[in-house]
């Protein structure tokens, strides 16, 4: 982690202005997260604290985490947001698609 970079951040009141969790309730269209549990420099907390604003303000999400994987993501995880372009963006069935939703994956 860059600490000089995250302890700019934290000091004096910068980081709420800034951090996604701030805006949920102002988000709006499809929203996809993939998180790799093993990422050392993006703690799976800040997902979390930001799916629960999203929530708590009734916003729809979609959500992958990757037990084993690191900031570093596996060809899955390329897979799943290029399959979610193509169904959110294109309104197209992707590739080899079985229309199911991986909530959780390993």
Known sequence: MNQKF????????????QANLSYAENLQGKLLFIHGLQDYGVHPAGLFQLTQALMNANKDFDLVLMPQAGHELPGYALRKQM???????????PPGSTNSSAVWTS
């Open 6 to 17: 995250f302890t700019s951040v934290m000091e004096g009141g910068n980081y709420l202005p």
């Open 83 to 93: 399959d979610y372009f193509v169904e959110h963006l294109a309104s197209e069935t």
